[in-house]
């Protein structure tokens, strides 16, 4: 089992450009967590997602950013018109939640490291 | 929404003594209360979590407590060795809700 995988590892933009950050759940996960680490911070909720549906976005700025999880192929994060303020580790994590048998479990990636110019 | 507050911040010991790290949390519907170690640069990595049917849990040098009355759970690393030295952090899920709530965690660091 290769493990959660996020890529690219490190992206550097330019404000005002678009990042795309992908991430592919483990083997037979179908639940996709995105998490943003600030500098000596902990990790705050960004958006709950399963194939093709978004559970929950409490956790995502309204502006500029929106997550997919299309039924074939990686999680998407976006962030469009990226400012200074978007500079962060944007972890994913995934976990089976297979119902009824609830599996709380979240397996994290690597992370993305993003640097705003 | 869920609050989880950790303490303390930092925390340094002396190679073999133990460390605990304690965290409250404020909604008592939460029921999973899992532990990460995160090592500089690298992703989290659960090392311990407990539900909220059981009162304490074990595993080799670790061990985590949980006091549902009070609400606050706690992680206890026994004969700390200098590769424990890490950032550790607690989180708490309602079940339903499906969303982790992490402290802002603990710099431990385990002098040689």
């Known amino acids: 089992n290769a493990g959660v995988m996020q890529n690219p590892r490190h992206l550097v933009r330019r404000r005002g450009q678009e990042a795309r950050l992908r991430c592919s759940p483990m083997k037979g996960h179908s639940h996709v967590y995105w998490y943003r680490q600030l500098p000596e911070e902990g990790l705050k909720f960004m958006v709950y997602l399963q194939k093709e549906n978004i559970i929950d976005e409490s956790g995502m700025p309204k502006e500029r950013f929106s997550a997919e999880f299309p039924k074939e192929g990686p999680s998407i994060l976006r962030i469009q018109q990226v400012v200074r303020g978007d500079s962060a580790a944007y972890f994913c994590a995934s976990s089976p939640r297979v119902f009824p048998v609830r599996e709380d479990t979240q397996y994290f990636g690597p992370g993305t490291r993003l640097t705003v110019l | 929404g869920e609050n989880v507050e950790q303490h303390p911040s930092t925390l340094s010991v002396q190679e073999g003594d133990s460390a605990v790290i304690k965290c409250t949390y404020s909604d008592s519907a939460s029921n999973y209360f899992p532990w990460y170690k995160q090592e500089l640069g690298k992703r989290p990595q659960l090392i311990i979590d407990?539900?909220?049917?059981?009162g304490e849990k074990k595993d080799q040098r670790i061990a985590v407590t949980l006091n549902k009355t009070a609400k606050h759970f706690s992680l206890h690393i026994t004969e700390t060795q200098p590769e424990d030295s890490a950032v550790y952090f607690c989180a708490a899920d309602k079940g339903s809700n499906y969303k982790l709530t992490f402290g802002k965690g603990t710099l431990l660091t385990v002098n040689p």
């Open positions: 407990i539900r909220s049917n059981v």
